[in-house]
């Protein structure tokens, strides 16, 4: 199994980013999966997941900013980051929901 994430950068406070996760080894299709992260001296934490039928949930912190998403016929997942803000600086992870072994992440800066 290897999830690829990527779509990482620098952006300013109130920008937006688009982060892709590609599955190999695994269906997006019949899998629970979800997009996590992990702040410099903080736990990892699940952002934002997305079931099997297409249903959604979101971390408290982000909802209404971002929007987690998938394409099945490509096995590819997708997390749509609007107005960031510093509190998002983190690496971003994709992974199944519950989590397996963890890939390469993608850092995510957000400038003040």
């Known amino acids: 199994v290897q999830l690829q994430a990527s779509g990482g950068g620098l952006v300013q406070a109130g920008g937006s980013l688009r982060l892709s996760c590609v599955a190999s080894?695994?269906?997006?299709?019949?899998?629970?999966m979800g997009w996590y992260r992990q702040a410099p001296g903080k736990q990892r934490e699940l952002v934002a997941l997305?079931?099997?039928?297409?249903?959604?949930s979101y971390e408290d912190s982000v909802k209404g900013r971002f929007s987690i998403s998938k394409d099945n016929a490509n096995n590819t997942m997708y997390l749509q980051m609007d107005s960031l803000k510093p509190e998002d600086t983190a690496i971003y992870y994709c992974?199944?929901?519950?989590?397996?072994?963890w890939g390469q992440g993608t850092q995510v800066t957000v400038s003040s």
């Open positions: 080894g695994i269906s997006t299709e019949i899998n629970n």
């Open positions: 992974n199944l929901f519950p989590a397996r072994a």
């Open positions: 997305i079931g099997v039928g297409g249903t959604t």
